[in-house]
Nanobody
């Protein structure tokens, strides 16, 4: 089984940058497409970004383009999400997910492995 553990969340001020990490264990990380999702209280889970396992191709939600960057380090079995110029509306629990799927997959059902999430709160 694959386990995913996120870290890096916390309280930040508007305009700050933050990098989230997700470490995988118990499986072959390099064979997994990885994605980031977020969920705010009272709202549905929202796709943020995904990165493929084959060529590290990336795909972003429209609202995330230009501010968020997803990357991976297969040697460390880790996927990252860099968030620049954070806004209060970015406040949410951010979860990483892994799946043996193709590129540019935004559906939650395509990801079989999920972390428990790390909370990001953006407030002045």
């Amino acid at each position: 089984q694959v386990q995913l553990v996120e870290s890096g969340g916390g309280l930040v001020q508007p305009g700050d940058s933050l990098i989230l990490s997700c470490v995988a264990s118990g499986g072959t990380f390099s064979s997994l497409a990885m994605g980031w999702f977020r969920q705010a209280p009272g709202k549905e889970r929202q796709f943020v970004a995904t990165i493929s396992y084959s060529r590290s191709n990336t795909y972003y939600a429209d609202w995330a383009k230009g501010r968020f960057t997803i990357s991976r380090d297969n040697a460390k079995s880790t996927v990252y999400l860099r968030m620049n110029d954070q806004r209060p509306d970015d406040t949410a629990s951010y979860s990483c997910a892994g799946g043996r799927t193709g590129p540019q997959v935004v559906e939650t059902a395509a990801y079989g492995y999920w972390g428990q999430g790390t909370q990001v709160t953006v407030s002045s």
